[in-house]
């Protein structure tokens, strides 16, 4: 079996400022993913990585960048943190390059913004 | 778009009674979705609790059941007596092989109380 490996647990920090989260798996999967989790509102893709240096936008993609430099990783940022971004994150992978594979998920990254 | 549609929560049901939580979807540009359950125990991360791929087959996992319905688009989870430890929250979501990433409802939580 693999793990997912998302760090830090909580990310605090003060309005405006840039934010990063990490994400690593040992799953050897081609696909990462980033999705922000509010209560009430689901799962929302911010975005997502089929392969190593590949990036694309999901439906929450603005005030925020990515970066997939290794196969393993997969990072969040926040580009100006905001309160009402509070909400927790989730990095997921998945086998192959379709949405039809089972998603594999960290135990999530709160943000707090101070 | 494509879209997901579950029970509003809490959902609060007495142990060994009966359960189901409703999912409806609507997948407008994509064929053949898969569906699926996911679930996220207290103090764990989300993982998955079901997934079918064919209309009109069910999917079992830990007493819990869900059937594929192309022609309601529906894919309600259930479970005929359920326990404390099935408290968590419960997320219905849908994704096809040749999409881009899976959409998710806004979760449902149960609480099972003795």
């Known amino acids: 079996g693999g793990i997912i490996t998302q760090t830090p647990k909580f990310l605090i920090g003060q309005e405006g400022q840039k934010l990063t989260l990490k994400c690593q798996q040992n799953?050897?999967?081609?696909?990462m993913y980033w999705y922000r989790q509010d209560s009430g509102k689901g799962l929302r893709l911010i975005y997502y990585?089929?392969?190593?240096?590949?990036?694309q936008k999901g439906d929450l993609s603005e005030g925020y960048d990515a970066s997939r430099e290794k196969k393993s990783s997969f990072s969040l940022t926040v580009t100006s943190a905001q309160k009402n971004e509070m909400a927790v994150f989730l990095c997921?992978?998945?086998?192959?390059?379709?949405?039809?594979?089972?998603?594999?998920f960290g135990e999530g990254s709160r943000l707090i913004v101070v | 778009g494509d879209s997901v549609t579950q029970t509003e929560g809490p959902v609060t049901v007495s142990e060994s009674e009966s359960l189901i939580i409703n999912c409806t979807y609507s997948a407008t540009s994509i064929a053949y979705p898969n569906l699926f359950w996911y679930v996220r125990y207290p103090g764990e991360g989300l993982q998955l609790l079901l997934k079918v791929i064919t209309a009109g087959q069910k999917g079992s996992s830990r007493g819990f059941e869900a059937t594929y319905n192309k022609e309601t688009t529906s894919f309600h989870l259930q479970k005929a007596s359920v326990q404390e430890s099935d408290s968590a929250v419960y997320y219905c979501?849908?994704?096809?092989?040749?999409?881009?990433?899976?959409?998710f409802g806004t979760g449902t939580k149960l609480q099972v109380v003795p």
């Open positions: 979501a849908l994704g096809e092989n040749s999409g881009t990433y899976q959409r």
């Open positions: 997921a992978s998945s086998p192959g390059q379709g949405a039809g594979n089972t998603l594999y």
């Open positions: 799953f050897n999967h081609d696909t």
């Open positions: 990585s089929i392969t190593e240096n590949d990036l």
